[in-house]
């Protein structure tokens, strides 16, 4: 039986950007297939600032597997036994928010990796894999390296220690929480300030050095979002279902409102 391919890790390796179409208040399958019908390569089930659980999140990732778009899950603080279930349940990665440090890090490995990189535990049947058991030696190799383990730089404290969390084994990737960061600088909303332009360079040169993929979020402007990827971001957060559907919806009534009768 085959694995399924993590579209999202490759076309990241090709060179191309990857957008999200991230799911907070729809609770259908519909989500992925619009997701893949709109040109967003990978779907972001936030389950950190969401009502979204994890049987809803785990149905609307296996039809994101059948389409070709990629199923990544953020859980809470410290959710590793949540982070699991969502991929025993079909998901293909996991952002961890808030990691601020190595030791975190390697924390969130464990609970992602199967052995003898983690201590994922083992199960029947998954998604992922057309439904062959987890068990299988061959399936978990390819899992661990399918399986996206995503951690969230959101502090001065992480900040500070990057370079170390990058470095960490099992670790694929580093996501900036900008707003958070932003916050925790003591300028929230300043998205376009100058530490946070540092913050990018600081974190772009450690992802560079570990080999591992660079992630942005919370930054939707044009030009802002033009400004950091161009350090080297390689994967970004594009927008959320309420928000595309409020931006269609006003975007619409304007529209009508503008026209006249005869």
């Known amino acids: 039986m085959a694995i399924r391919p993590n579209n999202m890790k490759a076309l990241m390796t090709s060179g191309k950007l990857v957008a999200s179409f991230s799911v907070n208040r729809w609770r259908s399958v519909d989500a992925a ?9 990978w779907l972001f089930l936030d389950l950190e600032h969401s009502l ?10 296996v039809t994101a597997l059948a389409v070709g778009v990629t199923p990544v899950a953020r859980v809470g603080t410290d959710q590793f036994y949540q982070a699991a279930r969502l991929l025993d349940g ?21 609970a992602t990796k199967y052995p003898p990189l983690g201590a994922r535990s083992l199960t029947g ?6 439904f062959g058991h987890g068990a299988d030696p061959k399936i978990m190799a390819r899992l661990n390296e399918e399986t996206l383990t995503i951690v969230m730089v959101e502090t ?16 694929d990737a580093v996501l900036i929480g ?31 050095k570990a080999g591992k993929f660079f992630g942005m979020g919370g930054v939707y402007s044009k030009d802002l979002m ?7 971001v390689q994967f970004t957060l594009g927008g959320a279902d ?3 559907v409020m931006e269609g919806a006003r975007a619409r009534r304007e529209m009508i409102a503008g026209l006249t009768g005869s």
Not at 193 to 202: H, L, S, T
């Open 33 to 41: 297939e619009i997701a893949k019908a709109t040109g967003f390569e």
């Open 52 to 61: 979204l659980n994890e049987e809803i999140a785990c149905q609307i990732a």
């Open 90 to 110: 079909g998901v293909y990665g996991i952002i961890f928010p808030h990691v601020d440090s190595a030791s975190q890090a390697a924390a969130c490995v464990k």
């Open 125 to 130: 049947p998954l998604p992922q894999a057309e």
């Open 156 to 171: 001065l404290a992480a900040l500070d220690a990057v370079e170390s969390i990058a470095g960490v084994d099992g670790v």
């Open 178 to 208: 900008t707003n958070d960061l932003a916050a925790d600088m003591g300028i929230p909303g300043q998205l376009g300030d100058a530490k946070i332009g540092a913050a990018y360079n600081k974190v772009a040169a450690a992802v560079k």
């Open 226 to 232: 033009q400004r950091y990827i161009k350090t080297g």
């Open 242 to 244: 309420i928000g595309f």
